[in-house]
């Protein structure tokens, strides 16, 4: 019997692993379809940004309480695992508690730190999921953010009600093999109660020795092959963060938020205009395939790990003042609509052989709408919410970019003010001369 849990344990941890692997290749694959981008300069820092924000949690504590919360499902979620690796080694050398003649006396106590992260991540799931489904927190409801209705709000309670389950398996699993411990079972090793799971132990009073074995392996199993699960789920899920959210952290801008990145042909150009630099070479610069950005190939490899960052908080768009007032644009949904283009390109290029063939469809227009590009006031209030350092608006203004630049698509409002920054250098239709005009009157005022 225990030779047969062996093989099927270990299928199922091959099985996993090569659908993680296949998943994590694809993705992979598809963050380089972006352009290049050099963020490997001041190391140090971003070493320092990445251990401040996305281990330390540092933006998720500007809501203390929820901070709380949430680091507690992450640091169950991160030390649990080492619990696991035991669970793990035991499917596969066929042992139970592996660990536990090795640690002796420290062994319980360790299972007793473990029980006690489990009970965290349990009550505040169970919070979590409470404030989603009762308690109705406006900007994670779909009947005001259209992006959050379907398999986006099912997904953010599912993975609730999956922890939840798993962790109850875990500590009860526990209790179980305690009982089974004290009636001196084969294979049952006295390692003696844990901290939390002891108070369970009469949930398992008057069961007979074969019934505790049978649920005690089913718990076992439950958990374990619900990592399993979790672990490629992950991957296809907002949940990805868990993962990406480092890496995405390293790579952000270090740079301050209220500065854009300038097209270097345009900028060139205006320069040249205005005789403040003059061509060494006499050639004409370059123009570029295309200006701004119409499908995701046309952003940076840093954008579209952005959008597989997102983490579909929403505190991007409970912050936007566009949303705010009623317009369509929602900085969460211009992330979810780029990982949804993502998406389709990755089956696009699996397809068709790892090459992308175009399928008439682009980010811009098919994804994201204009009315919503148009309404961004570029105030950078979503970056700075991010918890995760992602940055909507460099989309945002790459798509808009397109629009204006290639397409000539501007509002006519817009284009005023174009003309006038073209023949005034200033938005307002007045002459130069006539700019400092108002500090006059406001000297004229003065006693």
């Given amino acids: 019997m225990a030779l047969i849990q062996q093989i099927i344990f270990i299928a199922a941890l091959g099985t996993v692993a090569w659908l993680v692997v296949r998943r994590i290749r694809i993705i992979s694959a598809i963050i380089r379809l972006g352009r290049a981008e050099d963020r490997n300069d001041q190391p140090a820092k971003r070493w320092a940004v990445m251990f401040r924000v996305a281990l330390g949690q540092k933006k998720m504590f500007d809501r203390p309480l929820i901070g709380f919360l949430h680091f507690a499902v992450y640091a169950g979620f991160i030390l649990i695992n080492i619990e696991v690796l035991e669970i793990t080694l035991d499917g596969l050398l066929g042992k139970h508690r592996l660990f536990a003649p090795f ?18 991540v349990l009550l505040a799931c169970t919070i979590f999921l409470i404030r989603r489904s009762i308690l109705k927190v406006e900007r994670l409801q779909p009947s005001r953010h259209r992006e959050m209705s379907g398999w986006p709000q099912l997904d953010g309670k ?11 398996a875990i500590l009860t699993m526990n209790a179980a093999d305690s009982v089974l411990q004290d009636l001196g079972s084969e294979h049952y090793t006295r390692t003696g109660d844990f901290f ?5 132990k ?14 005690e392996r ?24 868990i993962v990406l959210a480092f890496p995405n952290t390293y790579f952000s801008r270090l740079i301050p ?46 954008n579209l790990m952005d959008a597989y960052s997102c983490t579909e908080c929403g505190r991007c768009t409970a912050a936007c003042p566009a949303n705010m007032t009623g317009k369509k644009l929602s900085p969460r949904k211009i992330m979810m609509d780029t990982r949804d283009r993502l ?6 290029m699996l397809a068709n052989g790892g090459e992308f063939a175009d399928d008439g469809k682009s980010l811009m ?6 009315e919503e590009i148009l309404a961004c006031t570029s105030c950078n209030a979503c970056v700075q919410e991010c918890p995760v350092l992602i940055n909507p608006l460099d989309i945002i203004l790459q798509l808009r970019r397109y629009k204006i630049m290639d397409e000539a698509q501007a509002p006519g409002s817009w284009n005023m003010m174009f003309q006038n920054l073209d023949t005034n250098q200033a938005p307002w239709k007045f002459s130069p001369g006539d700019r400092f005009n108002w500090a006059n009157e406001l000297r004229q005022e003065q006693p």
């Fill in 103 to 120: 640690l002796g006396s420290f062994y319980p106590f360790l299972l007793g730190f473990f029980e006690f992260l489990a009970i965290s």
């Fill in 365 to 370: 227009g098919d994804y994201i709408l204009n």
């Fill in 158 to 168: 599912l993975i609730l009600v999956f922890e939840i389950v798993l962790m109850i």
């Fill in 257 to 302: 938020k209220g500065k854009m990145h300038n097209m270097p042909e345009i900028t060139n150009e205006v320069k040249m205009m205005l005789g403040l630099e003059t061509s060494q070479t006499g050639e004409v610069a370059a123009v570029p395939e295309r200006f701004g950005a119409k499908d995701v190939q046309d952003l940076s490899w840093k």
């Fill in 218 to 241: 089913f718990a076992w199993w439950l958990h374990i092959l619900g990592i399993f699960v979790f672990a490629v789920y992950l991957t296809y899920s907002k949940h990805l963060h």
């Fill in 202 to 215: 009469p949930v398992f009073e008057g069961w007979n020795e074969n019934s505790l074995i049978i649920y």
């Fill in 196 to 200: 939390f799971s002891q108070f369970l």
């Fill in 343 to 348: 998406e389709d390109v990755g089956k696009n």
